[in-house]
């Protein structure tokens, strides 16, 4: 069992910035980060493995940077120029596996209660 603990949520005007966190209670092999939007379904926004290798959605590369300190157990999301899109809440996920992708979450086995994202035009 990982334990996933989101942080650094809150309400920003567009063109701000965020960063998140996760401290997760083990080292998972694959941690990403998806979101969700009141009416929409899940989206992933990033992934990143255990080697440091990383992809982003499209709707968040060049503004969206993951990354994470192994020795911290510690998963960050770098959320620059934000959008009013953008708003949602933000979970963190990982799974074991080799096979790290965005999709499908369902891979994805452990989650976080999740950190609010809001974006103010």
């Known amino acids: 069992q990982v334990r996933l603990v989101e942080s650094g949520g809150g309400s920003v005007q567009a063109g701000g910035s965020l960063r998140l966190s996760c401290a997760a209670s083990t080292r998972p092999y694959c941690m990403g980060w998806f979101r969700q939007a009141p009416g929409k379904e899940r989206e992933g926004v990033a992934i990143?493995?255990?080697?440091?290798?990383?992809r982003h959605a499209d709707s968040v590369k060049g503004r969206f940077t993951i990354s994470r300190d192994n020795a911290k157990n510690t998963l960050y999301l770098q959320m620059n120029n934000l959008k009013p899109e953008d708003t949602a809440m933000y979970y963190c996920?990982?799974?074991?596996?080799?096979?790290?992708?965005?999709?499908?979450?369902?891979?994805?086995?452990?989650w976080g209660q999740g950190t609010q994202v809001t974006v103010s035009s």
């Open positions: 990143i493995d255990g080697y440091g290798s990383a």
């Open positions: 996920a990982a799974h074991p596996w080799v096979e790290c992708s965005i999709s499908p979450s369902t891979r994805f086995v452990y």
